[in-house]
């Protein structure tokens, strides 16, 4: 009998995992404890540890420790496996978006040139001003974009400014005034902020083993996107009408604008579809229609002239509270709020989910801060001022923004042009040129680039895609003419324009090869620099809400330098090139400042020990870990 007793005791008694308690808790290190605990284990976790699976208290762990592992702790983990169909459908969007983008840039020279208001040798100064109005509205609302993804969710504002984007194409096909490419580019800089929700998802998807992968190939979707962006925008421009192709057509520059705008279109169908959300506090909300049905409810209801019946609740419970008791409806209470609702039924109110107020927000409340008043963790003055890491990243991703963008806006103006200033290419000419390049980069990021940066680590790759930039625009102004003279005057030479290629080829491969190195081993920096996952949303906002003022001025002052060089000789043209290759001489510098370990992926310079910044605390998330 004893026996039976003592199983049966046995059998009652909770399991090691059972009695383990779901609530992370940290031990004494020397370093301060992580403001935020990370993700909380899931209700999944919580039904295997009840079961006793063993499998729990590792997820309970790897959970607690959130997106970037422990790296203090000494312990390696194994690489967490890709999620590669979420990876799939942010290279669909990130690869549709760049191709619309980059299908403007070979035709908008020859299209300013066009418009009435444009006069001779002012073709650069008004292509650096439309190019300048979308990133200077792009700068007024970045960052509003992020931190409404890190409230609303991810996938709504990747919904959003993918259909206005797709809009805004479809209307920059017909204009045909300065004026109106201004008011179009500036509206699809104000709805188009995906590039870092898009760059907060993958932060999101991936943790700290596994993010070096992940990260290596957006900026590949990105060069894909300068390949097929300046096909698309070079070769579909037709000068004829296609109906009657004796007469000139009105639109020329429409076709391109069209297949931009279906793209964006499938992009927007596929990511509804297949687009799961990726921020934690929102995964639980209803779906997205039934969110968006939920707010017309409360917009009816509010804007009628009968009393909501969600401030009848709410005033009942405030009362409640006030008096100092929880309020609990009882049955008479019940039938009460039943008869209420039968009354405004029966008067004009809409009965449809109208009890409360609409569910549209996710709550960003955790365990360390549920009774905390604030709503959610916030990115403060003090986590981005008092982190050298993460200003110096800021103002270097700046300068690496405005160094790219104004190469991007010189270079097409700059082949465009005349000799003895420009090169005289044609749009197709311009557009063939950078498909080739970014082919040979996306070869060199697939094949060396992500080796090399694991050997070398984020921080040196970054140094050195800001020197290669210095490179290329010291190189630009000194590649050959088509004739093969110093001046560009006479005929056209075959032997010139071999040379002309080759050089062109070379010095492209150089700025592009740059410009995608170091937009990977930016984001792994910024991701890594960020203090919470709670607030990359906002940090990512912020960090292309800096690149968005680069690449508002870079278009603007770019365009006017080289106006202006037009009327300098010799060699005009390298007034710009060189001015904006001093500017990112400058952010080479800043650079080494940037010598946070935390900033490194997991199991990079293990054999120099866990100590020396990290433990010091250098501002990384893992500094504090």
Known sequence: MSTKAGSTRAAQRPSVYHRQSSTLHYQTFPTAPPRNPGRQPSKRDMKQQQNGSPEAPRRAENAGHGRSGSRSSGHHHEETPLPKGQLAILAVIALAEQT???SISPYL??????????????????????????ALAQFTTNFAWGWLSDRIGRKPVVLTGTFLTACCFLAFGFART??????????????????GVITTCL?????RSNQSRAFTYLPVIYGLGGITGP???GLLVSHNNPLHPDKPNPYPYLPPNLFSAAVLFIDMILTTIFFKESLECAQNMPPLGKRVGSLFTWVWQFTSSYRPTYLKRSKKTKKAHENGARYHPTEQSSL???EEDEVSDEEGSPSADHGSMPTLFPSQRTASDADDEDSGPRLSKRDVLGNRDIVLLLATFLIFQLANISYNSLYPIFAQAAPPTGRDLSPEEIGLSLAFAGVVTILFQIGVFGKLREKVGNKITYRASL????????????VGYKNGSPTGEGPNRTKGKVWLWIELGAVLIIKTVSAVGGLTSSLLL????????AVLGTLNGLAQTLSAAGRAVGPFISGSLFSAATRVQPKGEALAFGVFGGIAFLGFLLSFGITGKGLEAEGWGDDSGSGGDEEEGDGSPEGRR
Do not use: C, K, R
């Open 336 to 338: 009460l709020e039943e």
């Open 526 to 533: 910024i991701t890594n620099a960020a203090p919470s996952h």
């Open 467 to 478: 020197a290669g930039f210095v490179i290329a625009f010291l190189l630009m102004p000194f």
């Open 203 to 207: 932060g999101e998807i991936t943790d």
């Open 178 to 195: 300065l004026w109106q490419a201004i008011v179009i580019q500036a509206l699809m800089g104000l709805v188009n902020g995906n590039q």
């Open 109 to 134: 020279p020859e299209m300013a040139a066009t418009f009435p208001e444009v006069g001779d040798g002012q073709v650069g100064l008004y292509v650096g001003l439309i190019a300048s109005s979308f």
């Open 100 to 102: 619309a983008l980059n």
């Open 231 to 233: 096909i698309v925008g």
